[in-house]
């Protein structure tokens, strides 16, 4: 990191949902720290965040917009522009291009909007190697990074790096992303599935009217989904022990509501909310157990992705559901900086 100019570099990770914004200021003071000057952000309920990495020599920034408000990050980078900060400037045949790197499909989609507004080029890398540089970086250089969420604590891990390899990294962003990572700039996307945090959402707000993630969070905490999932007791009036199944596993999702004779509106949007969160949480956490499984047994995995959002419902249940499908052999790993693995990827990227 030592060859960055006083330009500080800046990367890009705009996805089908969230925009992750990471940048790099070497003097406290030069650029803003992120809580600073980020209301509008705070008002739609994203979280920000700064995090000093002495490793670094200097500060990483850290920045989320909605993709659907990219003008929002437009007029941040815009601001930032003027104050002569975060562009690099690169000689292309003998002629100085401001370049932004950039990763995720809004790096080619919003490329001419960027190139129009600022005349700045989109320095373009590729996603599923953004993904995993990002998180071989976070495993390997920072503290504290990984964690285990087991009945409601938080342990970190530190990996020795010798003993990092294999690894499955399941990236939760609007689909999912399940990379056999193998070292470092060694892997390969095995599987993926649609069902991921966008079909949350989008879920979530046709059948609860939630305006955003965060109401949705929220609304999950106060529910039960008892009131919706059909359970093993509600089958079998007790737990089913001889095949491992206690009373209270969902043994289907929304499956009590055909008995009830219900409109949507006799339901309580927090019930529902929570059905839903366990749905999608269990399913993900299934999946990547039994992927897992089936490209080597890989014992470590490894949740990344802005799904997650270090939310303790969230975690806990795909930490059940790893737990239970592996009998105990295998634990979910997650990550403070779960959302930022692409854009740290593309930020470390002007390391070559
Ligand atoms: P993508 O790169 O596809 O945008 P992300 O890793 O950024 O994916 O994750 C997007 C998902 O994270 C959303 O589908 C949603 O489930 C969840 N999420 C977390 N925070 C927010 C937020 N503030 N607004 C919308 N979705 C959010």
């Given amino acids: 990191f030592d060859s960055y100019d006083h330009n500080s570099p800046w990367a890009l990770d705009i996805g089908g949902t969230l925009i992750k914004l990471v940048y790099f200021s070497r003097e406290d003071g030069c650029l803003e720290n992120s809580f600073g000057n980020s209301v509008r952000l705070e008002e739609v309920g994203l979280e920000t965040s700064s995090k000093n990495y002495p490793i670094l020599d200097g500060k990483l920034h850290f920045k989320k917009f909605q993709t659907s408000k990219i003008n929002e990050c437009l007029d941040f980078i815009e601001s930032k522009l003027l104050q002569g900060s975060c562009c690099r400037h690169q000689e292309v045949s003998g002629k100085k291009k401001l370049i932004i790197k950039a990763t995720g499909g809004g790096a080619y989609k919003y490329a001419d909007l960027f190139k129009e507004k600022f005349g700045v080029t989109f ?34 891990v530190q990996i020795n790096s010798s003993d ?161 499908w592996s009998k105990g052999e295998t634990k979910a790993m997650f990550l403070r900086h779960e959302g930022f693995l692409g854009a740290l990827g593309a930020f470390k990227s002007y390391e070559k």
């Fill in 123 to 156: 320095d373009k890398e590729d996603e599923m190697n953004s993904l995993v540089s990002g998180a071989n970086f976070l495993l390997k250089a920072v503290p504290c990074e990984a964690f285990t969420y087991m009945e409601g604590r938080k342990d970190f």
């Fill in 164 to 324: 990092l390899f294999p690894y499955l990294l399941v990236n939760i962003g609007s689909g999912i992303s399940m990379i056999k990572v193998v070292g470092d700039g060694k892997f390969e996307r095995v599987s993926g599935t649609s069902l991921g945090g966008g079909t949350l959402l989008g879920l979530g707000m046709l059948l609860t009217k939630c305006q955003s993630f965060d109401d949705l969070l929220e609304m999950s905490h106060k529910g039960d989904n008892r009131n919706i999932d059909m359970l093993v007791s509600d089958i079998y009036g007790s737990d089913y022990s001889k095949i491992g199944l206690s009373a209270r596993t969902i043994a289907s999702s929304f499956g009590k509501v055909i008995f009830d004779n219900k409109e949507l509106k006799d339901y309580k949007k927090e019930d529902i909310a929570r059905s839903l969160l366990r749905m999608i949480s269990n399913n993900l956490a299934q999946i990547a157990y039994l992927i897992a499984m089936w490209h080597g047994k890989l014992k470590r995995i490894i949740f990344g992705g802005s799904f997650t959002r270090s939310h303790e419902y969230i975690m806990e249940t795909i930490s059940d559901g790893v737990e239970y």
